[in-house]
């Protein structure tokens, strides 16, 4: 067997569509829980040209301007130039968010719930085990 490897990385930087996507979720994620501190936030940015799209699912108590939080975070990056396609003042907004389904609400609840026989979560002592086929 070989001792040798590959090894390599992607490294990108601040208005690197990948940076801008991370930068405009993180800015979602923290207007949700500057007004709600039990928020969820399962929150996706896709970004080309002048087009901005988020979508996932969010529950919060608090109201949040998606469109004034992803211009904002847009224009803190420093696309803002006239010559820009993508410019803060000028992008497509599509915004996708729904609200969090109720099943998936009622997975990560930590209580108790109609055909749920317990409050725990995850797999606990309920894991299930295998037995490797006979060869």
Do not use: W
């Amino acid at each position: 067997m070989s001792q040798s490897f590959v090894f390599s990385s992607e490294s990108v930087g601040e208005g690197h569509p990948d940076k801008v996507c991370d930068t405009i979720s993180d800015a979602i994620l923290d207007a949700c829980l500057a007004g709600d501190t039990a928020s969820r936030v399962a929150c996706e940015t896709f970004v080309k040209s002048n087009v901005v799209v988020v979508g996932g699912e969010i529950t919060t108590k608090t109201d949040v301007n998606y469109d004034k939080v992803v211009r904002k975070a847009i224009r803190e990056i420093g696309y803002v130039h006239d010559d820009d396609v993508f410019h803060a003042d000028r992008v497509f907004f599509n915004n996708l968010l729904t609200a969090q389904s109720p099943d998936i609400a009622q997975g990560v609840d930590a209580r108790e719930a109609e055909g749920k026989n317990t409050a725990e979560q995850g797999a606990g002592d309920q894991g299930l085990m295998f037995e490797r086929p006979k060869s």
